[in-house]
């Protein structure tokens, strides 16, 4: 039996028999390709650079940049000079607390002492972090364990207890070609850290850290989470092995010349500077987002106040009206996204918000059609005929829009426009996106 699964809106309508039939990659999830997993791994790695990235452009540690894929994960430059090594490690919570023995630690811990041996006195601290907890109890697979061995050790009796712990540390000796006390020095600088979940990382850095940013407070939680990503992404480029100037290089191979500063060039493109942090936040101040209602969701446009402000300058709508509407816009969006775009929006709270925009974007059609002329602009009259049919509504149907304030209502209106749902002129020839 086959079936067009391009026509299937949502296979929940479709009976057990029937689903059991449908053999489609639309349809199912691969058991064996965990390519998605791997890839939310990695950003998870990227997440926590962004975290630090935060942080650090909060003063609340005392890094002064940060390299990623640099020697470690990260590098946070520290304010003395210094360097801290950073190892990041996911785990399925379901596989229990990490170990000292499991590979993922052995190898990290070995990099540390690798790193440590070839740039003497460079490192501050290393630092093993990851999304789940540590094995703490009295056996030598615990980081408590080893904590405490390291605080009663003295030279030069370098022996651990108990037997499995000293073997543990034996096997870091051979697999990083280092002596024992060269273990313990690096050991006495590593330390433990849990990070937020894979699940609950990103939610965190908005609530606890960027939300609490000066020039953020003022910011929506969808700007929030789009500084985040962006940052995300400028991390990401940062972990990429690259060249900052491949046109250069590429010519000076054609010369048959020595790349000049190759290794600079591949180090500056991993920074990652408190400057760039601003400016990623501020190249979002003042940016507009415009409320959509798409496939039962509300989404935000970032790029759509140039092309309100053309529509309704077309109209000739005078110039001070227009400003009002934007302004109307930024407390429409605060006002829709503060009660309606909760992570508990439901189904109820999705159909009241496609109300409300249904009415004025009807309203504002009807107002076209009263005051449309094919001689001379009509955008003013329309705004006007608009305004006054918004007033009755929130005077004499305030229930039919959710008690919204009338501002609120006129705000909708330059939404609306910015999401060509509402024009105040005719379209031009080549249409709006040519302006």
Known sequence: MFINTEVIKDLSDLSKETLE????PLTELSEKDCGDETQKRFRYQH???AYLAFLMYSKKIAFEEILCEQ???IIGVMNNGKF?????KTRQLSDGPFKLSDDAVVNSICRFIENNKKFPGCFEKFVFTSNCDYLRNKTGESIQTLAKMLQK???PDYKFSPSTLDKYISKLEKKSNATRSEVIETLRITEFQIMPGLDDIESKIITEVLSKIDLCVDFSVEKLKHILDKMIYIVYSASSKKCK???????????GDRIKNGVNSQVNTKRITKEMVENIIESFIGRAYYLAFENTKISLDPDRKKLMKIKMDCGMIDPDAIEVIDELRDKTEEYFLENYHKESLNSSDRKDFSHIRGIVKNQAIEAKVETKSA???YGSKMLTNIEKRLTRISEKRAADVDNCPYEILKGMVGVLTGECEVQFSDTPERGWKSE
Do not use: M, W
């Open 153 to 155: 050790l003295k030279p």
């Open 84 to 88: 801290r090594g950073i190892q990041v």
């Open 47 to 49: 997440t926590v650079s």
């Open 375 to 377: 001689k001379k602009a």
């Open 245 to 255: 100037e491949p046109i250069d290089d590429y010519i000076s191979l054609l010369n």
């Open 21 to 24: 039939e449908v053999r489609s």
């Open 71 to 73: 020697h470690e994960d």
